[in-house]
């Protein structure tokens, strides 16, 4: 048109920094292993997906007894900056859970294993009405493996689960609950040893 010639001139790019974006594990707790737990983050500049090793580069702390582990998200390449995120290690799945109608026939005797990644146990009881788990009893030694749940009603079917918890300061970390252990107490009258101890799915 009216005007002829070139002309050039350069800008630069910079790394953006790590530490305006917001990474995060893929979930916020994981059960204790016994090992270190290593779980990648998922980090996005905009619609980016950001690589690992190519973007960024992990450092673990405290990531492997029950707690609040902490990750240190390092940028790299065209990243750079640092930034942390966190993920809890909460108590394993608890196991072993059992329960036996007693001789009075309106009680269950829950039973359980051992669960040495946290220091108490947390019951709980299906509530039919409002279609969720009531809290039945918190109890505050792992040593404990035993509980009586009384005042039952006869020939009704119950449904228990338990989580071991473990108390760090202020904090509480709720485990992997059990498996649902439901229990059938005997129609009144009907004697405990006739009835079986207990029908479980």
């Given at each position: 048109g009216n005007y002829k010639g070139s002309l050039s001139a350069t800008f630069k790019i910079t790394a953006k920094s790590i530490a305006t974006l917001s990474p995060k594990t893929a979930v916020d707790r994981y059960a204790y292993t016994g090992n270190a737990l290593t779980p990648d983050?998922?980090?996005?500049?905009?619609?980016?997906?950001?690589k690992k090793g190519t973007d960024y580069t992990l450092t673990y702390k405290n990531n492997k007894a029950v707690g609040t582990a902490t990750i240190t998200v390092k940028g790299k390449g065209n990243y750079n900056g640092s930034k942390n995120?966190?993920?809890?290690?909460?108590?394993?799945?608890?196991?072993?859970?059992?329960?036996?109608?007693?001789?009075?026939?309106?009680?269950?005797?829950?039973?359980w294993s051992?669960?040495?990644?946290?220091?108490?146990?947390?019951?709980y009881k299906y509530n039919s009405s409002t279609k969720a788990y009531d809290i039945v009893k918190d109890i505050t030694s792992n040593a404990t493996?035993?509980?009586?749940?009384?005042?039952l009603k006869a020939g009704s079917t119950y449904t228990f689960k338990i989580r071991a918890f473990k108390k760090?300061?202020?904090?509480?970390?709720y485990g992997v609950i059990s498996d649902a252990l439901k229990v059938t107490l005997p129609e009144k009258g009907t004697p405990?040893?006739?009835?079986?101890?207990?029908?479980?799915s």
């Amino acid at each position: 048109g009216n005007y002829k010639g070139s002309l050039s001139a350069t800008f630069k790019i910079t790394a953006k920094s790590i530490a305006t974006l917001s990474p995060k594990t893929a979930v916020d707790r994981y059960a204790y292993t016994g090992n270190a737990l290593t779980p990648d983050v998922v980090i996005k500049n905009g619609s980016v997906t950001l690589k690992k090793g190519t973007d960024y580069t992990l450092t673990y702390k405290n990531n492997k007894a029950v707690g609040t582990a902490t990750i240190t998200v390092k940028g790299k390449g065209n990243y750079n900056g640092s930034k942390n995120c966190s993920f809890l290690v909460i108590p394993k799945k608890q196991t072993g859970f059992k329960g036996a109608v007693t001789s009075a026939g309106t009680s269950v005797k829950l039973t359980w294993s051992k669960n040495t990644t946290g220091s108490g146990y947390r019951i709980y009881k299906y509530n039919s009405s409002t279609k969720a788990y009531d809290i039945v009893k918190d109890i505050t030694s792992n040593a404990t493996t035993s509980y009586t749940v009384g005042s039952l009603k006869a020939g009704s079917t119950y449904t228990f689960k338990i989580r071991a918890f473990k108390k760090i300061g202020t904090k509480t970390y709720y485990g992997v609950i059990s498996d649902a252990l439901k229990v059938t107490l005997p129609e009144k009258g009907t004697p405990v040893a006739n009835h079986g101890q207990l029908k479980v799915s």
